[in-house]
């Protein structure tokens, strides 16, 4: 349930955005999610209908959601890999010893209007 405030919070800046810069119409948001950032897309396609009822600048609007992979280095082998594909440990030495490199963000990427 996490999912509603933020995405409630990037609607708020989606709109304060277009009326500061004198549009009238939002047709779609994308938002960057990554894979770590514990935030399930599927909850903001569910919820963004009930997030922007009584919005009148989002009507028919669309939102679209690119997804970040997880990517870590290894501290012990140097090894790149796909945290979310190996559950978290080195495919290669099997450490989970590491430094998270991408994946974790939660970002209001563009206003489309
Ligand atoms: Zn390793």
Redesign the pocket.
Known sequence: MHEISVLQKAVDLAENTARENGIEKITYLTLEVGELSGYLPVFFYKYYPIVIEKRPIFEGSELHIITVAGEAL?K??E?MYNVARNEGA?P????RNKTILSGQEFLLKEIGY
């Open positions: 290894c012990d082998c090894a080195c290669k030495c099997g450490s």
